[in-house]
């Protein structure tokens, strides 16, 4: 097989996936160092940009709508704009899952190094896609990112059937702040075995994060599950 790829190589060169240059395979260092991160400073919760040492508007928002946010703290890797938000596109919608190795990785040195550098969690959890979802796709992209972030975090994987989505979800892209509140429910989620979650803090992963809705109920159902503590992390950040 690695012969076979080797001679493929020849062929048709491995080049990047989202600027399509040929110097190097999947994603090349260019468009890494292109991407766009959020802009300091930002809540010291939410991880949305704000005033120095404050909390946003939209933390304000969830303590009105919830009392407060289920995750302790929540921070994005990078902006959703530009060959950040293309090389997602591209993982998401267009079936280039090798993209997820490279991204993932890059979100976990942005963890290690601006977020968590000395990581106090028992476990990462992936945001979990509906049956039927997951179907369609193929695969979950945020359990794809997940992987290469738990190995350099040296953390384990919570297993795909840990934590599930039991509604299927309708698509939040083209939806107003209001109705991805009235979108999303707590109730949306479960945990399979609430062994495997209580009493240990968690690093909850997902691909995007705008208003925080989908963070903050899936993070309900884990605490409700048992779980100590639920820190969020998102590959990028749309606003």
Same mark, same amino acid.
């Given at each position: 097989?690695?012969?076979?790829?080797?001679?493929?190589?020849?062929?048709?060169?491995?080049?990047?996936?989202?600027?399509?240059?040929?110097?190097?395979?999947?994603?090349?260092?260019?468009?890494?160092?292109?991407?766009?991160?959020?802009?300091?400073?930002?809540?010291?919760?939410?991880?949305?940009?704000?005033?120095?040492?404050?909390?946003?508007?939209?933390?304000?928002?969830?303590?009105?709508?919830?009392?407060?946010?289920?995750?302790?703290?929540?921070?994005?890797?990078?902006?959703?704009?530009?060959?950040?938000?293309?090389?997602?596109?591209?993982?998401? %919608?267009?079936?280039? *899952?090798? +993209? !997820?190795? &490279? =991204?993932?990785?890059? @979100?976990?040195?942005?963890? $290690?190094?601006?977020?968590?550098?000395?990581?106090?969690?028992?476990?990462?959890?992936?945001?979990?896609?509906?049956?039927?979802?997951?179907?369609?796709?193929? %695969?979950?992209?945020? *359990?794809? +990112? !997940?992987? &290469? =972030?738990?190995?350099? @975090?040296?953390?384990?994987? $919570?297993?795909?059937?840990?934590?599930?989505?039991?509604?299927?979800?309708?698509?939040?892209?083209?939806?107003?702040?209001?109705?991805?509140?009235?979108?999303?429910?707590?109730?949306?989620?479960?945990? !399979?075995? &609430?062994?495997?979650?209580?009493?240990?803090?968690?690093? $909850?992963?997902?691909?995007?994060?705008?208003?925080?809705?989908?963070?903050?109920?899936?993070?309900?159902?884990?605490?409700?599950?048992?779980?100590?503590?639920?820190?969020?992390?998102?590959?990028?950040? !749309?606003?």
């Amino acid at each position: 097989m690695r012969a076979l790829d080797g001679f493929l190589d020849l062929i048709y060169p491995p080049r990047c996936l989202v600027c399509e240059s040929w110097e190097e395979p999947l994603l090349c260092s260019e468009c890494v160092a292109q991407f766009a991160l959020v802009p300091e400073p930002v809540c010291v919760v939410c991880g949305h940009p704000s005033e120095p040492e404050r909390v946003c508007r939209l933390c304000d928002a969830a303590a009105d709508q919830w009392g407060g946010w289920a995750f302790t703290r929540a921070r994005a890797a990078g902006r959703h704009v530009g060959g950040l938000r293309y090389g997602l596109h591209l993982l998401k %919608y267009r079936g280039k *899952e090798s +993209l !997820a190795e &490279p =991204l993932g990785a890059w @979100l976990a040195q942005r963890c $290690l190094t601006e977020f968590f550098p000395e990581p106090l969690f028992d476990a990462v959890v992936a945001m979990p896609l509906s049956a039927r979802k997951r179907r369609v796709r193929g %695969y979950n992209q945020a *359990e794809l +990112l !997940a992987r &290469p =972030l738990a190995e350099q @975090l040296t953390l384990p994987l $919570l297993p795909a059937e840990a934590f599930i989505r039991v509604r299927a979800e309708q698509s939040q892209m083209r939806l107003g702040a209001d109705q991805r509140l009235a979108n999303l429910s707590p109730d949306d989620f479960a945990v !399979a075995d &609430p062994s495997g979650i209580a009493d240990r803090r968690l690093l $909850l992963l997902d691909d995007v994060m705008t208003t925080g809705a989908t963070l903050h109920c899936a993070a309900t159902a884990l605490r409700k599950a048992g779980a100590a503590q639920v820190e969020a992390v998102t590959l990028s950040r !749309a606003f």
